[in-house]
């Protein structure tokens, strides 16, 4: 079992399959976008299956695949196909924009990809054109509508808190209410120079404004969710809400999270720039006992916490921003 020196099981990996993204979000991506990695840098399909093979092994039980936008990887739905076939006992899901997801969602329920994250920081079109420089709202609402109607998936929206999102908050529970859906809002985390505490949106403001629409009733926290979990229920109906405040309140101590870049490095943290490489021990042998014990080392050192500061408490200069990655190139 993957348990490192603060007794936290590590069975969660996410996988990161690709740093393409068909969005070019403000707080992913600078507007002229980014350089992306070259071809033979990325992992290989078969890579790809045998990492996620070695992390079952030591214990993993749940992995997600993200991005980048994993949808836009040419031969995801073949990691997704062996990782599912080899490994049936795994628990799949998925971090998407929703761009795509009408073209997969055939593939992702034949194989088992019950939970899907879909990303929706708006429901207005025009500030989705703003802040994906994309127009692109009315397809991924359509395509939201369309695996929620499935009856398979277990669908969160998730939110980057931004200044409009409370002005939106109404909007959103009154077109997910009665959906079975949970709305996520996230913190806005510091990756790359473009970040403004000023414009920082913690979520106990976002919690203080769910409270004044309804009856909010904290639920369904466990040991190892990073949200904190929330039922809301008024005027609209009865919604899941989900917070989470990696800036504001920290969860490092229930952290059960390992990443897999899409380049073979190992993160045991999000917001450290320490990296174990995998893929070159990886595409030196077929044996798999050196990347276990580079995947064992690397968890016996994973930190007992991250060092980002809180916006409102810190000052100008010391968010400590991850600048060795971007979050394309880091997975969400």
């Known amino acids: 079992m993957l348990t490192d020196s603060f007794n936290r099981r590590l069975d969660y990996l996410r ?9 070019r979000c403000v707080y992913c991506m600078p507007p002229g976008g980014v350089e992306f990695l070259p071809h033979d840098e990325v992992l290989r399909i078969e890579e790809f299956a045998r990492l996620i093979g070695i992390f079952a092994r030591l214990g993993v039980r749940k992995v997600r695949f993200t991005g980048g936008e994993p949808l836009v990887r040419r ?18 899901c998925l971090t998407t924009n929703g761009i795509l997801l009408d073209e997969a969602l055939d593939d992702l329920e034949r194989h088992g990809v019950r939970k899907l994250n879909i990303s929706l920081d708006t429901l207005s079109a025009e500030r989705y054109r703003a802040i994906t420089g994309r127009d692109e709202f009315d397809r991924v609402i359509s395509n939201i509508t369309h695996a929620i109607e499935r009856r398979f998936f277990d669908v969160k929206i998730n939110i980057v808190l931004h200044e409009g999102s409370l002005d939106e908050l109404g909007e959103f529970i009154e077109f997910f209410a009665g959906k ?43 040991d190892t969710n990073v949200a904190m979990m929330y039922d809301l229920s008024g005027r609209f109906g009865r919604i899941g ?22 380049d073979g490095m190992l993160k045991t943290c999000l917001h450290s720039a320490v990296e174990y490489d995998l893929k070159t021990v990886l595409r030196l042998s077929d044996d798999d006992d050196p990347l276990e014990a580079i995947i064992m080392d690397a968890v016996s050192a994973k930190p007992e916490a991250h060092r980002l500061a809180n916006p409102l408490e810190a000052g100008d200069g010391c968010m400590a921003i991850v600048r060795n990655r971007r979050m394309s190139r880091t997975g969400g």
């Open 180 to 222: 079975n859906v949970t709305l996520r809002f996230i913190e806005r985390m510091p990756f790359g120079d473009e970040y403004e505490t000023s414009r920082f949106v913690p979520s106990d403001r976002l919690v203080e404004h769910l409270g004044s629409m309804g009856n909010l009733v904290r639920s369904g926290d466990n």
């Open 241 to 262: 809400i989900g917070v989470i405040p990696p800036m504001t309140h920290k969860f490092c101590s229930r952290c059960n999270r390992l990443r897999l870049t899409c």
């Open 75 to 92: 031969g995801f739905m073949g990691i997704v196909e062996e990782t599912s076939r080899s490994h049936p006992h795994l628990e799949l």
């Open 15 to 23: 996988v990161s399959v690709t740093d393409k993204c068909n969005l």
